[in-house]
C-alpha cells in the first residue's frame, strides 16, 4: 500500500451485502493525496458478501474467508495480471496478460501444490489437482484480472481463485471475485499500470471508516 499509486477501492453497506461500489484513485508519490479517476460505478462481489481475507484484522466480524464459502475476502490486496480470451488485448495494457487458452486452470483443490495458482496444464507433466476452474469456459472470465489473494504461502483453508471479472447480471452473486459490466471492466484494465503498483482495498462501510485514517484511505 505504501509503494502504490493505483487503489480501487470496493465499498459493500454491509458484510452480507452482494452489491458493492468501486472508485479509482491515483497519486503521484506516497507522500500525495489520493485524486479520484473517473467517477464511481456498480460491482457485485460474492453471493454470501465478504468476510475477513487471510491475514487481516477480524474486527467487529468474526468471519474469516474459507474455502468455497462464497464470500469476497475484505482486505488489501495487488491487481495482477490482466487475462481474457482474445490474444491480442493484452498488446495496449501496462500490465502483464494472459490470453487463456483451453488448458488453463485456476486450481482450487486445497491439496495441489498448485493451490490458487493460474496454471497451464498442458506445460504441466503431472497435475496433482482433482478440481479446478476451466477458465475458457467460463464466459465470465472473458476479461479480467487476478487479484493476489492468498498466493505467497497460501493458506489451504482461506480461499483461492480470486478475480476481477465480467458479471453474469447486476444482481447476480459471485463465488468471491468481484464482477462488473465488460465495459467498465476494459476501462479499469487499460487505465491499470504495473510500474504504479496497483492494489484494491475491499471493505464493508464501517470497517473502511474504522481503518481510513490509520492505512490513510482515500475519504468516500
Known amino acids: 500500500m505504501t509503494d502504490s499509486r493505483q ?3 470496493l465499498v459493500t453497506p454491509h458484510w452480507n451485502a452482494v ?3 468501486l472508485r479509482r484513485y491515483q497519486r503521484e ?3 500525495d493525496v489520493w485524486q479520484p479517476i473517473g467517477g464511481s460505478f456498480p460491482v457485485v462481489i460474492g453471493a454470501k458478501g465478504m468476510a475477513w481475507g487471510a491475514g487481516f484484522q477480524r474486527g467487529q466480524n468474526p468471519k474469516l474467508k474459507m474455502e468455497g464459502d462464497k464470500r469476497t475476502p475484505a482486505g488489501i490486496y495487488a491487481v495482477s495480471p490482466a487475462f481474457g480470451f482474445e490474444p491480442d488485448f493484452g498488446q495496449n495494457l501496462k500490465m502483464p496478460y494472459v490470453a487463456l487458452a483451453a488448458t488453463h486452470v485456476c486450481v482450487d483443490d486445497p491439496a ?3 493451490y490458487n495458482q493460474l496454471v497451464d496444464r498442458a506445460q504441466i507433466q503431472h497435475p496433482d489437482w482433482k478440481s479446478g476452474e476451466r477458465m475458457r469456459e467460463i ?3 472473458r476479461l ?3 487479484i493476489q489473494y492468498n498466493t505467497e504461502s497460501p493458506d489451504k483453508k482461506a480461499g483461492s481463485c480470486m478475480f476481477m471479472h465480467v458479471w453474469k447480471t447486476p ?3 459471485t463465488a468471491g471475485c468481484i464482477a462488473m459490466e465488460e465495459a467498465k471492466v476494459k476501462e479499469t484494465l487499460h487505465w491499470l499500470d504495473a510500474s504504479l503498483k496497483p492494489v484494491i482495498a475491499m471493505f464493508p462501510e464501517k470497517a473502511y471508516r474504522d481503518l481510513q485514517y490509520s492505512w490513510k484511505l482515500p475519504k468516500e
Open 144 to 146: 479480467g484480472s487476478v
Open 29 to 31: 508519490n506516497a507522500a
Open 171 to 173: 444482481e447476480t452473486g
Open 7 to 9: 487503489l480501487i477501492v
Open 112 to 114: 495441489s501444490n498448485d
Open 139 to 141: 464466459p465470465q472470465y
Open 19 to 21: 452489491n458493492g461500489t
